[in-house]
């Protein structure tokens, strides 16, 4: 139980943190109009010292002009005043003209470009929530879709990064504290140490080990440096394979895993990197497993289709709700708390996911309540032009 002063104070800093929001961002709102109002004071300054200079230049040149005319056709110095107060009454007249049309356009152009330039000052300063008006001429209108649509995207990946350290903190801190607590156990002699209690805080430093490995996995397969080791992969056979890996856990499990490979796909290939095919396959069989029950059964085939060969992964087990089908890609989501995960990272679908994109193939996934879950990977048939190099 805490202190009353520390509660009160935990209390009243929570009221100051809530209260005082919405005036923050109204003081926050009210300073960036003042700024962007004083940019665009700026620049109108700026340019009314332009247009001015040019001005004098003006008159300066029509006067130059008219005692060159003047001289040239024999006039006096009258001939010459009276060309220079013509050439000045155009000038002041077309300047006026220029000045209202420019001052149109700084309206249009100018005012909408400082607030551009600062609101990308304060994305720059990581405030990804800047929006600008989508307001002004159809160019500026365009630039303030992009604009958005380019906050909007920086924003969400802010949340993703936030998001994904409160994950990896979450999921880090089960297992060490079993770890913690077993080593613990054996220093105050409350566990033997014995195998099994050995045994068990080495399957949760298998477990860190295998979440750190998948991490670095999917940290690289986004950013595009995962190196692939491209070959020319018969599918019938790495279909062949993953059911003879799996062909033990699905007997124990007491699930039929059965192989189906389509004549026209038998003899297709893919250019492609034999053991992370084999990682994603892996990946969905075992999430298969972990879901069918026993007497169920889990399907693998190939097919193609058009320019693309299809691989499935199919099961007849729990299914999936259809309002959690849209996040089943996501870093440690999972539907059902209460479903056991057997020691899984949380993070096969979005590896298999991003190892696919990697391949320039896709993934998707079909599945209803209680008549089993479909996933389907397509990827290019045929082998590649450039048989060289690993390529990123």
Same mark, same amino acid.
């Given at each position: 139980?805490?202190?009353?002063?520390?509660?009160?104070?935990? &209390?009243?800093?929570?009221? $100051?943190?809530?209260?005082?929001?919405?005036?923050?961002?109204?003081?926050?709102?009210?300073?960036?109009?003042?700024?962007?109002?004083?940019?665009?004071?700026?620049?109108?300054?700026?340019?009314?010292?332009?247009?001015?200079?040019?001005?004098?230049?003006?008159?300066?040149?029509?006067?130059?002009?008219?005692?060159? #005319?003047?001289? +040239?056709?024999?006039?006096?110095?009258?001939?010459?005043?009276?060309?220079?107060?013509?050439?000045?009454?155009?000038?002041?007249? #077309?300047?006026?003209?220029?000045?209202?049309?420019?001052?149109?356009?700084?309206?249009?152009?100018?005012?909408?470009?400082?607030?551009?330039?600062?609101?990308?000052?304060?994305?720059? $300063?990581?405030?990804?929530?800047?929006?600008?008006?989508?307001?002004?001429?159809?160019?500026?209108?365009? #630039?303030?879709?992009?604009?958005?649509?380019?906050?909007?995207?920086? &924003?969400?990946?802010?949340?993703?990064?936030?998001?994904?350290?409160?994950? !990896?903190?979450?999921?880090?801190?089960?297992?060490?504290?079993?770890?913690?607590?077993?080593?613990?156990?054996?220093?105050?002699?409350?566990?033997?140490?014995?195998?099994?209690?050995?045994?068990?805080? +080495?399957?949760?430093?298998?477990?860190?080990?295998?979440?750190? &490995?998948?991490?670095?996995?999917?940290?690289?397969?986004?950013?595009?440096?995962?190196?692939?080791?491209?070959?020319?992969?018969?599918?019938?056979?790495?279909?062949?394979?993953?059911?003879?890996?799996?062909?033990?856990?699905?007997?124990?499990?007491?699930?039929?895993?059965?192989?189906?490979?389509?004549?026209?796909?038998?003899?297709?290939? !893919?250019?492609?990197?034999?053991?992370?095919?084999?990682?994603?396959?892996?990946?969905?069989?075992?999430?298969?497993?972990?879901?069918?029950?026993?007497?169920?059964?889990?399907?693998?085939?190939?097919?193609?289709?058009?320019?693309?060969?299809?691989?499935?992964?199919?099961?007849?087990?729990?299914?999936?709700?259809?309002?959690?089908?849209?996040?089943?890609?996501?870093?440690?989501?999972?539907?059902?708390?209460?479903?056991?995960?057997?020691?899984?990272?949380?993070?096969?679908?979005?590896?298999?996911?991003?190892?696919?994109?990697?391949?320039?193939?896709?993934?998707?996934?079909?599945?209803? !309540?209680?008549?089993?879950?479909?996933?389907?990977?397509?990827?290019?048939?045929?082998?590649?032009?450039?048989?060289?190099?690993?390529?990123?």
């Amino acid at each position: 139980m805490k202190p009353d002063r520390w509660r009160r104070h935990e &209390e009243w800093r929570g009221h $100051e943190k809530w209260e005082g929001f919405g005036d923050w961002r109204y003081r926050r709102g009210l300073r960036d109009r003042a700024d962007w109002n004083r940019r665009g004071g700026r620049l109108f300054i700026r340019f009314v010292l332009f247009v001015g200079f040019i001005l004098l230049l003006f008159l300066g040149g029509l006067a130059a002009a008219a005692f060159l #005319l003047t001289r +040239l056709f024999g006039g006096d110095g009258q001939v010459a005043v009276l060309v220079w107060i013509l050439g000045c009454g155009l000038a002041l007249a #077309l300047p006026l003209l220029a000045i209202g049309l420019l001052m149109r356009v700084f309206r249009r152009y100018a005012t909408p470009l400082a607030g551009v330039m600062e609101a990308a000052d304060a994305v720059a $300063e990581g405030d990804f929530s800047v929006r600008l008006a989508e307001e002004g001429s159809r160019d500026f209108r365009q #630039l303030a879709r992009s604009f958005n649509r380019m906050t909007q995207e920086l &924003e969400r990946s802010e949340r993703q990064r936030r998001n994904l350290t409160a994950d !990896v903190a979450h999921e880090l801190r089960t297992p060490l504290h079993i770890i913690q607590g077993n080593l613990e156990g054996l220093l105050d002699g409350v566990y033997q140490a014995d195998a099994a209690h050995i045994e068990a805080t +080495l399957d949760e430093t298998r477990l860190l080990s295998r979440l750190v &490995e998948d991490l670095q996995t999917l940290s690289l397969a986004e950013a595009g440096q995962l190196d692939l080791v491209r070959e020319s992969v018969d599918v019938a056979e790495l279909l062949a394979d993953a059911q003879t890996s799996f062909s033990g856990q699905a007997e124990a499990a007491g699930v039929s895993l059965d192989l189906s490979v389509d004549g026209a796909a038998a003899d297709m290939r !893919v250019w492609a990197d034999y053991g992370r095919l084999d990682q994603v396959l892996g990946n969905l069989i075992a999430n298969a497993l972990r879901y069918t029950p026993a007497g169920g059964t889990i399907a693998l085939s190939a097919k193609p289709s058009g320019d693309w060969l299809q691989i499935q992964v199919a099961d007849s087990g729990q299914g999936i709700r259809a309002e959690d089908l849209p996040y089943i890609f996501d870093r440690f989501w999972r539907g059902d708390p209460s479903r056991p995960h057997g020691g899984s990272t949380g993070l096969g679908l979005a590896i298999a996911q991003q190892l696919i994109r990697a391949h320039g193939g896709r993934i998707g996934v079909d599945s209803q !309540v209680g008549q089993g879950t479909t996933f389907t990977i397509e990827l290019p048939a045929g082998a590649g032009a450039n048989e060289r190099d690993p390529v990123r």
